[in-house]
């Protein structure tokens, strides 16, 4: 298995530069959004989630293909296109940057995971397993998402009552 250490970014106001357009590129700005990082976008198309952002103005959309210096000013980056060479590139210039990046095939590249990760009120739940358990651990963060509210809300009864 391949083990991780957890570390907590802070994302606020962060430029994270997310290179694809696809379902991995949605479900990565959507989550940056949730943490409160400016989410630029770069792919000669999107799909209707990342759509529905930028006609929201939640994300900054560039409609074209990667170029190299498009990372420069990223706090990190996440390399999601179809084209693994793009995705290479993309992780080669990050690392020359020193720009941590998430990179969705071949994830070798990356320099970092991203995990399954819950907000809710101050409190962040993330896990990570192995990608071939990614369906398990989608399951795990739904099962999260729905519980913690109650589950954080009995863990400060408890402490007062301490």
Avoid at 35 to 60: D, Y
Avoid at 68 to 86: F, H, I, K, M, W
Avoid at 140 to 162: C, F, G, I, V
């Amino acid at each position: 298995m391949d083990v991780r250490f957890p570390l907590f970014l802070d994302l606020n106001d962060n430029n994270c530069t997310i290179i694809g357009g696809g379902d991995y590129a949605s479900l990565c700005a959507d989550m940056f959004l949730q943490f409160g990082a400016k989410v630029t976008v770069i792919s000669p198309v999107i799909n209707p989630r990342l759509q529905e952002l930028e006609q929201q103005k939640r994300i900054r959309y560039i409609p074209r293909k990667f170029f190299r210096g498009d990372c420069a000013n990223a706090y990190l980056c996440v390399a999601a296109t179809d084209s693994e060479s793009v995705n290479v590139a993309v992780s080669v210039e990050c690392k020359s940057r020193g720009i941590p990046v998430n990179v969705k095939a071949p994830a070798a590249y990356g320099t970092f995971r991203l995990p399954a990760a819950v907000l809710c009120d101050d409190v962040v739940v993330a896990a990570y397993s192995d990608p071939q358990n990614r369906h398990a651990l989608a399951n795990l963060r739904a099962y999260l998402k729905e519980q913690m509210p109650t589950l954080w809300q009995q863990s400060k009864d408890a402490a007062k009552n301490q």
